[in-house]
Structures are given as C-alpha cells and as structure tokens.
C-alpha cells in the first residue's frame, strides 16, 4: 500500500548547523504535504502545509527561516532546519495524502518520523 | 481555530480491565481520526469517523463519533500490555482530509 517514507530517522547536530529532513511518499504523488513538531510529551503541532511547485503555508508562529520547505517534486518534500539550536530539538512528523480518483486511495499517511537533537 | 481536548491526560490501568478515552472538539468534525504513538515513533493509524453516530471496531478497540460530531470517544476492552502508549485524536475541521488538527493526548499505561 501507499507509503510515506521519513529521512533520517535520528540526527544529532552541533548548534548553529542546518539539517535537512526528507518526506517521500512512495507509491502516489502527493502535491502537498503536512510538517508537523511534537515537543516530548506533547501533541503534535501543524506547522506548515507543503505545496509542490510553490511557496509553503506556514502555521501562526512558526518562522519560515528557521524552516525552509521546499516541494520540488510530486513525491518530495523537504524540511531544512536552519542555524539549529537546542531548542528545534523535536520530533518532525511529516503526512501526505494519497489523493483519490485515478487509483488513488484518499488515505492519509504519516511518515515514521525524525527526531532530531541539537547539541 | 479548531481545539481538540482529550481526557483523560493519562491513564494507569490494570491488565484485563476496560477503559474510555474522550475527544471533544470546538467545532463540528468532518472527521475524526484515531492514533496510537508510542514514545519517539510515528503514528499507527487505528480508525476513522466520518458519520455523525459512527461507530467502528478493531480488536478490542472501539471507536464513536457522537451525533452532533464534536465528541469521539475511544474505547478499549479487556486491555493488554501491548495497547500502552499515547492516543491521539486528529480533527479533519476542513473537510479535506489531509491537514489534522491533534488532540492533547493520552498516555496509556497498563499494568501486570
């Protein structure tokens, strides 16, 4: 079945150092895609809506330049956490939606996560 | 915006025993959507409602979407060890089912 695959699954990084996080969906396309935050013991938090071949949609309060998107292809969107410190530090989820008609499904994916610490 | 309340915060329960898991929206749901997360790791999707009075079952795990479709309730039968972990409600308040608004959560433990 339709997948959502997340990279990497853990990185740790230096403070002031950018990381890129990947989200593929494997088996459709997806023209948008969902970056979500989950602070330890906390919900989940939309941060952003990733739209392909243009700008993402950015939840109230979070920074665009602290969290570049980019949706450069129907089956990847990145999120790049710039000049990290230890407060990103978090689990990013991202989901997709496997878009019905022409075969597709209407389920909605989510990745298995990233969990990135900053030293 | 839309606001997702779930309670209880947490739960501690004894193996064998029955328990409820409330989700109560600010608005009316297009859908509501049910998630089991243990710590560190993704979502594990469990149900979806839709239908104002909804009920659907999976194992021992049944779920509700009341009539007015502002509240579900989870509810587990005859807990296991292995039903631990975080629950969570996701409100599709857009009706496109994609962007989810999540409940605060509950923390399951069940003990020996």
């Known amino acids: 079945g339709a997948v959502v695959s997340q990279h990497p699954s853990r990185v740790i990084c230096k403070s002031g150092t950018s990381v890129k996080i990947e989200c593929r969906s494997l088996?459709?396309?997806?023209?948008?895609m969902f970056w979500y935050r989950q602070f330890p013991k906390q919900s989940l938090m939309l941060m952003a809506t990733?739209?392909?071949?243009?700008?993402?949609?950015?939840e109230q309060g979070v920074e665009k330049d602290k969290f570049l998107i980019n949706h450069a292809s129907l089956t990847l969107s990145t999120l790049t956490v710039t000049s990290a410190h230890p407060e990103d530090s978090s689990f990013y989820i991202c989901?997709?939606?496997?878009?019905?008609?022409?075969?597709?499904?209407?389920?909605?994916?989510f990745g298995e996560g990233s969990r990135l610490t900053v030293l | 915006s839309q606001e997702l309340e779930q309670s209880p915060q947490s739960l501690i329960v004894q193996e064998g025993k029955n328990l409820t898991i409330n989700c109560t929206s600010s608005?009316?749901?297009?859908?509501l959507y049910w998630y089991k997360q243990k710590y560190g790791e993704g979502l594990i999707f469990l149900m979806m409602?839709?239908?104002?009075?909804e009920e659907k079952s999976h194992e021992k795990i049944t779920a509700k979407l009341d009539e007015k479709k502002q509240q579900s309730s989870l509810h587990i039968t005859a807990s296991q060890p292995s039903h631990a972990g975080i629950y969570l409600c996701?409100?599709?308040?857009?009706?496109?089912?994609?962007?989810?608004?999540f409940g605060t959560g509950t923390r399951l433990q069940v003990t020996l």
């Open positions: 989901s997709a939606r496997d878009p019905p008609g022409s075969g597709g499904t209407g389920e909605l994916f």
């Open positions: 088996d459709f396309q997806a023209t948008t």
């Open positions: 990733s739209n392909e071949g243009s700008k993402a949609t950015y």
């Open positions: 608005k009316t749901l297009y859908g």
């Open positions: 409602l839709q239908k104002g009075g």
């Open positions: 996701g409100a599709d308040g857009t009706g496109t089912a994609s962007k989810l608004t």
